[in-house]
T-cell receptor
Framework: ETGVTQSPTHLIKTRGQQVTLRCSSQ?????VSWYQQALGQGPQFIFQ???????GRGNFPPRFSGLQFPNYSSELNVNALELDDSALYLC?????????????FGDGTRLSIL | QKEVEQNSGPLSVPEGAIASLNCTYS??????FFWYRQYSGKSPELIMS????GDKEDGRFTAQLNKASQYVSLLIRDSQPSDSATYLC???????????FGTGTRLTIIP
């Protein structure tokens, strides 16, 4: 069984640039959630995709956007990068629509904004 | 009031002792509760889930849930140095797939 994979592992960008982070869900999972984890904090929910549709969004501005593909992999796009966007970005997959299913995280992408 | 609260620690426990980690949550409609372990620089790893009142045991780990008190805890028996990590409590509300996390408790097992 293949787990959740994310790419790239690390990324360095400058203010104002745009970035795309990628996530492949665990085999059999149809739901992908994205979280931002700042240093010393718990992960904060950005949004979730279930069967290619956005299924909930946290308190993040519209410059954070995403999509999910037919194979349930997903992308997180962030435009107009700000210094505060420096964080660990986590993708979690789960089997949605079947009750209490836990989310399993990938290794994350560490994004640094200079 | 934060939605999910944890003591940030650090919590130091001698090797072989019981480590007790606590978490409180504010929303009474919360339905599902999870404990994740996160090593420094790594991603969270699910170690326990609990959905109904009472205790749930898995190896050296026991999760305890008290919905009336809005309290969930994690006990680690026979603590090992490899248990040293940050433990994140996460809550999911009914009808909502998102997880709300606490800030985590940093646990150090002293050999």
């Amino acid at each position: 069984e293949t787990g959740v994979t994310q790419s790239p592992t690390h990324l360095i960008k400058t203010r104002g640039q745009q970035v795309t982070l990628r996530c492949s869900s665990q085999s059999g999972h149809n739901t992908v959630s994205w979280y931002q984890q700042a240093l010393g904090q718990g992960p904060q929910f950005i949004f979730q995709y279930y069967r290619e549709e956005e299924n909930g969004r946290g308190n993040f501005p519209p410059r954070f956007s995403g999509l999910q593909f037919p194979n349930y992999s997903s992308e997180l796009n962030v435009n107009a990068l700000e210094l505060d966007d420096s964080a660990l970005y986590l993708c979690a997959s789960s089997m949605g629509g079947v009750g209490n299913q836990p989310q399993h995280f990938g290794d994350g992408t560490r994004l640094s904004i200079l | 009031q934060k939605e999910v609260e944890q003591n940030s620690g650090p919590l130091s426990v001698p090797e072989g002792a019981i480590a007790s980690l606590n978490c409180t949550y504010s929303d009474r409609v919360s339905q599902s509760f999870f404990w994740y372990r996160q090593y420094s620089g790594k991603s969270p790893e699910l170690i326990m889930s609990i959905y109904s009142n009472g205790d749930k045991e898995d190896g050296r780990f026991t999760a305890q849930l008290n919905k009336a008190s809005q309290y969930v805890s994690l006990l680690i028996r026979d603590s090992q140095p490899s248990d040293s990590a940050t433990y994140l409590c996460a809550v999911r509300n009914f009808g909502n797939e998102k997880l709300t996390f606490g800030t985590g408790t940093r646990l150090t097992i002293i050999p």
